[in-house]
């Protein structure tokens, strides 16, 4: 926790981080916030398919 803020799921919301397949009590959370981040193309996520 960093200023009351869960550090590691900022940085899956920010794009900066992914999720790895792992069992924890926040998964959920964790996978909405990554899900969210890819929704919204930032970071990690800004990027184009290749054709």
Same mark, same amino acid.
């Given at each position: 926790?960093?200023?009351?803020?869960? =550090?590691? %799921? $900022?940085?899956?919301?920010?794009?900066?981080?992914?999720?790895?397949?792992?069992? =924890?009590? %926040? $998964?959920?959370?964790?996978?909405?916030?990554?899900?969210?981040?890819?929704?919204?193309?930032?970071?990690?996520?800004?990027?184009?398919?290749?054709?």
């Amino acid at each position: 926790m960093v200023d009351g803020e869960n =550090f590691n %799921k $900022r940085l899956l919301t920010d794009g900066y981080a992914r999720l790895y397949e792992s069992s =924890f009590s %926040k $998964r959920n959370t964790f996978e909405d916030a990554e899900a969210q981040a890819q929704q919204d193309n930032v970071r990690l996520w800004d990027f184009e398919q290749p054709t």
